[in-house]
């Protein structure tokens, strides 16, 4: 392993990768090493999320996430078509469920309208043009450049071109912690000109190492996807509901996968450790005293609504109940086409224990030494590579987010 190197990533997600990539294009002449604990990178929530392409009409107008998702949907399309990689260019469907939510959907239209971003507003009968089975009230909105793919096979073609690039891999290899003089890994020091820590349920641990992340800690959330039994081709593109704004969470929804299959979700359950995917698996008492007490203490505060949320979230770990839930978007859900989990994936969420709400935007932290990408969730997989630029561009001028 490496001793030396200019630049050290941690974390080898889709948003380290691209980092790398981005350190290779700007100083050719600098060594860059990523480092990943896992045996195969993206192993987490980059090979594990939903694999859609949000086109961005979710975000407000002032966030990173509105700056970045049109531009990260139209360059990761490119991508995907331009290596080969399978897409599927399905759209996407939000429809009202009720009266009280069309002004719902014209908020949506106006964030889409503000933020550049292809979305139409059609009738109930416009929408069941594209998709015959899908409910709405009155009106829906259509998306057109929102696609599915398969993020593992993004993630796969990135790693090639980071290594194509000349990036130094360093897999199953841990950050243990950092001392006056170097990295501390699980391999050995390694000592470093500039650190980015990219490391997604634990970048706000290795951040702290660093002074940064005072504010801030990670909150993880478990999130699962119900698959249909109904063959390929059963809907035609992508339905969701009308979101809570003020929640970083779209609701469940229909999501068409690269190979024109359904499924229904996800939920977003409280975990109770960062790794919690499953039974015992990767349990650390450290983590459970940590993130349950947090959790324990945002039920008794009711902070952000967070006592209805875990609740409505926990009653989602039913079958039934998530069939129920979709049917309220199209017609024809019967439970017994929902019988299947998928692999589940842990949110990064990030909170701030100061101001005790959920971030919704993008969040890092930095000095001339170190960057620390605190909140990189959904729309992270498509935002991944212009948002890669816009951090280096504050790393050249020194400028980072409070």
Known sequence: MQQTTDFLIIGGGIVGLTL?????????????????????????????NSGVLHAGFYYSADSLKARFTREGNRRLTQYCVERGLRINRCGKLVVARNASELAGLAELLSRGQRNGVEVHEITEKEAREIEPRARTHEQALFSPTTSSVDPT?????????????????????????????AILTSRGPIAAGFVINAAGLYADKIARDFGFSEDYRILPFKGLYLYSAEPPGALRTNIYPVPDVEKPFLGVHFTVTVDGKIKIGPTAV?????????????????????????????????????????????????????????????????????????????????????????????????????????????????????????????????????
């Open 153 to 181: 096979e993004v993630v796969r073609m990135l790693i090639g071109d980071a290594r194509a690039a000349g990036v130094i891999m360093v897999t199953e290899t841990a950050y243990l912690r950092k001392t006056a003089s």
């Open 20 to 48: 790398a990539l981005e350190a290779r294009r700007r100083f050719p002449k600098s060594s860059v090493t990523l480092l990943d604990k896992e045996k195969v990178c993206g192993s987490h929530a980059s090979g594990r």
């Open 270 to 402: 409280p975990a109770f450790w960062r790794e919690h995917y499953r039974g015992l698996g990767n349990f650390s008492f450290t983590e459970l005293f940590e993130v349950v007490g947090r959790e324990l203490g945002m039920l008794l505060h009711n902070d952000f609504g967070f006592r209805s949320l875990a609740i409505n979230e926990l009653r989602k770990s039913s079958k039934a109940e998530m069939a129920k839930l979709a049917s309220e978007l199209v017609t024809g859900v019967t439970p017994e086409h929902y019988r299947t989990w998928g692999p589940p994936g842990i949110r990064a969420q990030l909170v701030n224990i100061t101001k005790r709400k959920l971030e919704m935007d993008f969040r890092f932290e930095g000095d001339c030494r170190s960057l620390h990408v605190l909140n990189a969730v959904s729309p992270a997989f498509t935002c991944a590579l212009p948002f890669a630029e816009y951090l280096f561009d504050c790393i050249q001028r020194d400028q980072f987010a409070a």
